[in-house]
C-alpha cells in the first residue's frame, strides 16, 4: 500500500508558501512523497476552490494526506493515516461547525468539516464521486458580518462537501483540532499541535512546545492565547 501526501493549487504560485509546507513535510515525513499539483483554474478563484472535489481522483497514493498549501506539518501523523485506512477518511470538524451557514443547502444541525486537511482511502470514493457532483451544482454562497456590515462569500468547497456527507451517510473518523489548527479562531488548546493552518508562520513558542511534548515524560496541559 502505497502513502504519500497532495497539495493542490492554482494561480501564481509565486504568492502562495509553497516552500514552507514543504519543508515542514520533509521534517517530519521524509519518507514520504509529496505531489504539489497544479490545477486549472476556470471562472476564477472562487469557482477554483471546487477543483478540491477531485483531490481522490488526482491522488497516485493508496493512502492520501490532502493538505492546503498553507498548512504546516509540526509533528508525526501515522496516526490520521491509521485512521483514514480503517475508517476511509480522517478529517476535523470546520471552527464554525455549523453547515446551515449555507443557507441554500442546510437548515438544521448538519456540520460542516474543513477540507484543508483530509487524510483518505479509496474506501471514501462515495463521498468523493457526490462531492465532484455537488460542487458545481448547489449554490454554496455564504452569508456573514463584519466590520462593514453584511456580506457575501459566492462560494465555498466546504458546503458541497458538508452535503456529500449528509447524503452518503459516511462516518468519517473525527480529527481533534489539533490535528487542523487555526489559530485565527482557534485561541486555546491543549498540545501539541499536529497541523497549522494559516498564511501567518507559526510562532516559536508552538515549535518549544511540541519539543516539549515529544519527550515521553512530558504533562498534556492547556494553553491560551
Known amino acids: 500500500m502505497s502513502r504519500g501526501i497532495i497539495s493542490i493549487y492554482w ?68 496516526f490520521g493515516f491509521e485512521k483514514a485506512k480503517t475508517f476511509g477518511m480522517a478529517i476535523a470538524i470546520c471552527e464554525a461547525p455549523w453547515g446551515k451557514r449555507y443557507q441554500k443547502i442546510f437548515t438544521g444541525d448538519e456540520l460542516e468539516y474543513n477540507t484543508g486537511v483530509i487524510f483518505f482511502t479509496k474506501k471514501a470514493k462515495s463521498v468523493f464521486d457526490s462531492w465532484k457532483d455537488l460542487a458545481g451544482t448547489v449554490d454554496s454562497s455564504i452569508l456573514g458580518v463584519n466590520d462593514q456590515g453584511v456580506y457575501t462569500m459566492p462560494a465555498n468547497d466546504q458546503g458541497s462537501f458538508a452535503l456529500a456527507i449528509e447524503r452518503t451517510g459516511f462516518n468519517p473518523f473525527v480529527l481533534p483540532l489539533n490535528w487542523n ?36 515524560d512530558s504533562i498534556i496541559q492547556y494553553h491560551q492565547g
Not at 485565527?184 to 511540541?210: A, C, Q, T
Open 11 to 78: 494561480g501564481d504560485e509565486s504568492k502562495l508558501p509553497i516552500e514552507r509546507l514543504k519543508t515542514s513535510v520533509k521534517k517530519f515525513h521524509p519518507e514520504l512523497p509529496h505531489e504539489i499539483i497544479k490545477v486549472e483554474a476556470p471562472g476564477g478563484d472562487s469557482k477554483s476552490l471546487n477543483q478540491k472535489a477531485a483531490m481522490l481522483d488526482l491522488s497516485p497514493f493508496d493512502e492520501t494526506l490532502f493538505l492546503d498549501l498553507d498548512t504546516v506539518v509540526m509533528g508525526n501523523l501515522d
Open 181 to 216: 489548527f487555526r489559530p485565527m479562531w482557534h485561541r486555546s488548546f491543549f498540545g501539541p499541535i499536529k497541523v497549522w493552518h494559516d498564511y501567518g508562520d507559526p510562532p516559536p513558542f508552538f515549535d518549544e512546545l511540541n519539543t516539549y511534548y515529544s519527550n515521553k
